[in-house]
């Protein structure tokens, strides 16, 4: 068996929460579908919508909310865009 030379092998718990969400901010981003009626909470100030809309939230590694379509695929396209690397969230 190899040893994983990396010093935080031994200790999954080395980095900290607060470190732990900052990771991949601004490089990695993922997908969620949401409703409109969730769109306040995600993006306050956005304008009325109808209820019960689908939508796409493109949102940052952190949870931060990066954009909404309509579209799944214009939410791909403009993480590609701006060179985000897409992440399953399960």
Known sequence: MTRDPHPRADNPR?????VF???GTGHVGYL??????DLHRLFPGTPEMARGLRLWALLGADG???LVSDSREA???NA???ELI???VH
Do not use: G, H
Request: avoid cysteine; aromatic fraction near 0%.
């Open 32 to 37: 969620r579908q949401i409703s409109s009626d």
């Open 86 to 88: 897409m992440v399953s």
């Open 21 to 23: 969400a900052q990771l």
């Open 64 to 66: 931060n909310p990066i």
């Open 75 to 77: 939410a791909i396209a």
């Open 14 to 18: 080395a980095l900290s929460p607060e």
């Open 80 to 82: 590609l865009e701006t």
